[in-house]
């Protein structure tokens, strides 16, 4: 349009067009790029981007059908391929969400019938499996997948469990929901259940039931990703002894700068990095306050594991507050550029960023060396 034009606009058009401008001006998150820096778009072409533990849209617990559009817009924005989407599965028992008819199920009301948490967890996948018929993003159902939807600009969603208590000691659950499309089970959440110990208060001793160790056994042979987040150090170990495949910790802190439960030791980042696995860091609001302290976290895992076996995740909606720079926009680029200010490598960035996370994935579902 020439400037010409522009002047021959009656004043109240040019006004509206004015007002306009401005309003969209306002509904873009202004804290985040919307040309991300060319180097991270480099990056990106040679590494799946990934996010290892998120609850986008709260999906498991509010009332709505499905992860929504804008959700999905906040991770294309950070040019996230690839994210684990959790139902917390010990809900049921635990109370702290909404029902489909809008009850409110507050925090230790409720005590499940046989049956209730794994048709919870059901209802939540069915969430999930609308998200990919509406169309806002794609289910990640084999790493060939996510390398054919970031090629078309779609975001792919791996279903996972956080907590197999939805499972209730049956195997056939397992199989159900694998084939409801799981890919990803982390063992334990906030309570002991049937397959072994929680990290957190109350503590208790002992590590992988024999369940456990049967779904552990089971996860390998279907190519399920086992996540150890929340598991007490016998239960880690246990699984670490026993699993074929790499496994991973996909979100907490390091013990090396805080004491909270949810942080992995030096010896537990040794172990899961000799199994081939990953720990994903997080940036919990609570626990730090800005990316660059995420970062100093990142590289003690690198100190400890190596490159190879750190990665993030965000636990986005499931936390109520995020370090300074991610923020509720869920700014993954300010992870890369934090990196980059530090003399990494882009392949080395591409690692963190989620090419770790999604070579265990190709490992573990036996399709490596896709791409
Ligand atoms: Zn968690």
Not at 47 to 61: E, G, I, K, L, Q
Not at 177 to 190: A, V
Request: aromatic share 6%.
């Amino acid at each position: 349009m020439t400037a010409r034009g522009v002047d021959m606009r009656p004043p109240k058009a040019a006004l509206l067009l004015l007002v306009v401008t401005v309003l969209t001006a306002c509904e873009s998150t202004p804290t985040l790029e919307t040309d991300p820096d060319p180097r991270i778009v480099a990056i990106h072409e040679h590494a799946v981007f990934a996010d290892m533990h998120a609850h986008p849209s709260r999906f498991h617990r509010e009332n709505i059908e499905s992860i929504t559009a804008a959700e999905i817009e906040v991770y294309r924005r950070s040019t996230i391929d690839l994210v684990v989407a959790n139902i917390s599965s010990d809900m049921a028992f635990d109370g702290a969400y909404v029902n489909r008819d809008g009850t409110e199920v507050k925090e230790g009301e409720y005590k499940p019938a046989p049956g209730e948490a794994y048709a919870l967890s059901a209802d939540r996948l069915a969430r999930l499996q609308k998200t990919f018929e509406l169309g806002y993003a794609v289910h990640a159902d084999t790493p060939a997948d996510v390398l054919a939807a970031r090629k078309n600009n779609d975001v792919a969603i791996m279903p996972a469990l956080e907590g197999a208590d939805a499972l209730e000691g049956n195997i056939e659950n397992l199989y159900k929901m694998h084939d409801d499309g799981l890919r990803l089970l982390q063992l334990i959440h906030f309570r002991n259940n049937e397959l072994g110990h929680t990290q957190t208060w109350p503590y208790s001793p002992g590590g992988l039931t024999e369940f456990g160790r049967e779904v552990v056994r089971e996860a390998n042979r279907l190519g399920i990703v086992i996540d150890m987040a929340h598991a007490n150090n016998e239960t880690m170990m246990d699984v670490l002894e026993l699993s074929r495949h790499p496994v991973i910790f996909s979100h907490g802190g390091v013990r090396e700068f805080t004491d909270h439960d949810r942080a992995v030791t030096d010896e537990q980042i040794r172990a899961i990095a000799e199994n081939g696995g990953a720990v994903g860091i997080w940036p919990h609001g609570r626990h730090i306050s800005t990316v660059a302290e995420m970062v100093d976290y990142i590289e003690h895992v690198i100190k400890i594991g190596g490159i190879d076996h750190v990665g993030i995740g965000s636990d986005l909606r499931g936390i109520s507050r995020y370090v300074i720079g991610f923020d509720e926009e869920a700014n993954f680029h300010a992870i890369a550029e934090e990196l980059l200010r530090r003399g990494y490598s882009d392949s080395d960035v591409g690692k963190v960023m989620g090419g770790n996370f999604f070579r265990i994935w190709q490992t573990v579902s036996g399709s490596g060396n896709q791409g």
